[in-house]
């Protein structure tokens, strides 16, 4: 008999705001099927201790969101074990820094493969088994989403286009009470943004958040809040948004 518990899948479920997701969901007796990356230096049994440790229910296999048969095999073991599927989560992302002369067709490909194409593969993969009612998320990036970023023309463009799938799929699955939204973070402390090679490492961080009104960059948690939100009934109005978690750094008037 299949239970009554909801079921979430999460891409990039390892680490960052990925985690922080898979651990409030257990917290809400949400049961999770979590990818994780096998090439990524995050150790996903520390992940699934975390996970656990919130009293959760989760199912850990590896995943490759660039690779259509990973994400096929990696959604149906998924609902195979737990029999249904109620949220989605695509937040798998890579971030690789290049000028626009050092772009190559194949780093661009790349980023395109991941960034963009893994969100339609993992929403495609589980459409055909959402419960009515279903919720999709997306996470973009306020580079891209909102800002531009130099050295990043790749990243801007595959996040840019995130809002895009949402709001297609907020259209396309409404008949079936399914929501799609995205979620915009700023500058959120994570692996990916403590990258000093790729992104703007600690230092970049501390100095941006003189740019924040809130006078801090965000936490992982702060951002799978919102996520949360989007996939409970309390936001069953809405689909087809982007809404952005930034502590303010949009809307600020430049000094």
């Known amino acids: 008999m299949t239970s009554t518990q ?4 999460i891409s990039g479920a390892a680490s960052g705001i990925g985690l922080a997701l898979a651990t409030l969901y257990a917290r809400r007796g949400i049961r999770v099927i979590a990818g994780f990356y096998p090439a990524d230096p ?14 959760g229910e989760a199912i850990w296999l590896p995943l ?9 095999g990696f959604m149906t073991e998924g609902i195979d074990r737990f029999g249904r599927l109620d949220y989605v989560v695509a937040n798998a992302g890579i971030l690789r820094r290049a000028s626009i002369e050092e772009m190559s067709d194949a780093h661009w490909e ?3 493969n991941v960034d963009l194409t893994g969100v339609m593969r993992c929403f495609r993969a589980a459409a055909p088994h959402l419960t009515a009612g279903a919720s999709l998320v997306a996470v973009s990036s306020i580079a891209g989403g909102v800002y531009g970023w130099q050295d990043h023309t790749h990243y801007a463009a595959a996040k840019a286009a995130v809002p895009g799938i949402c709001r297609s799929l907020a259209v396309e699955l409404a008949s079936r009470g399914v929501r799609c939204n995205a979620v915009i973070p700023g500058l959120i402390e994570t692996p990916q943004s403590l990258d000093k090679q790729n992104s703007l490492g600690p230092e970049g961080l501390a100095k941006a958040a003189g740019a924040i009104p809130l006078a801090r960059v965000g936490r992982p948690e702060e951002v799978a809040s919102v996520i949360a939100f989007l996939t409970s009934d309390e936001s069953s109005y ?7 978690v930034d502590g303010g750094l949009t809307v600020r008037w430049p000094d």
């Open 110 to 112: 790349a980023m395109l």
């Open 238 to 244: 809405l689909t087809g948004q982007s809404l952005i």
């Open 42 to 55: 995050h150790d996903p049994t520390r992940a699934a201790a975390q996970v656990e440790a919130a009293g």
């Open 6 to 9: 909801p079921v979430a899948a």
């Open 64 to 72: 490759d969101v660039g690779s259509t048969p990973s994400v096929e």
